[in-house]
């Protein structure tokens, strides 16, 4: 993995948050805001962008130019969110960048992303969706999976995840307020979650 495939995750984000935009408004619009697909759409694309205009040198610089923006361009707490994981991630990642090493670095964001919204696994998050893809890349790596099948099932982990929100009672942001309403409705910050990882795991095939 290399700077290339970095700022191609990116791209690919980008693409699918574009396109299921609608689908994450409607996801919010039962539980929160209705402008989470608006706020990533915008948010990705600006990093794309970004990468596009003046590319990095390294995956790590990538990786911070994301989180930076993102942390600047999006509103809510999805930005900031997502900005950590990012962050956190160029800060902890060496090159060259491998597997075990990938799986670290996406770790250590996953963990800057539960401090920040203070939340766990169960909460309704988009926690929900990133520590299944990364307990996944844990495990592939243990058991010296290869990187594509490494992300496709980290990919599906996300997917997963995203989905078992659906039965959950939100504990943590304007969900949170619905409280027992809020059961019924996939979480959007999973959804996007999940997103992010199908994207990974197409630009690593």
């Known amino acids: 993995m290399d700077t290339d495939v970095l700022v191609a995750w990116f791209a690919e984000t980008a693409r699918l948050v574009h ?4 689908r994450l408004t409607d996801l919010d619009a039962a539980i929160g805001d209705a402008d989470h697909g608006s706020n990533l759409d915008r948010g990705f694309s600006e990093v794309a962008r970004a990468l596009a205009t ?14 930076a923006t993102l942390i600047r361009r999006v509103g809510g707490a999805s930005g900031p969110l997502y900005g950590s994981v990012f962050r956190q991630m160029g800060k902890s990642l060496t090159s060259p960048v491998t597997l075990a090493g990938f799986a670290a ?21 988009m926690v929900d969706a990133l520590v299944p893809a990364s307990r996944a ?4 790596v243990r058991d010296g ?9 980290a990919a599906r982990a996300a997917a997963d995840g995203a ?3 659906i039965p959950l009672q939100a504990r943590k942001g304007r969900a949170s307020y619905l409280g ?22 197409t630009v690593v095939a």
């Open 105 to 125: 670095a996406f770790e250590e964001g996953v963990v800057a992303a539960e401090r920040l919204g203070k939340a766990a696994l169960g909460d309704k998050t």
């Open 54 to 67: 003046s590319p990095p040198d390294t995956p790590a610089q990538v990786l911070a130019t994301a989180g």
């Open 163 to 165: 989905k078992a929100t």
């Open 137 to 140: 890349l844990a495990l592939a």
């Open 19 to 22: 396109r299921e935009r609608e």
């Open 145 to 153: 999976v290869g990187v594509r099948e490494a992300f496709e099932q």
């Open 180 to 201: 027992e309403r809020s059961v019924g409705h996939e979480d959007p910050g999973a959804a996007s979650a999940a997103l992010l990882m199908a994207a990974l795991a």
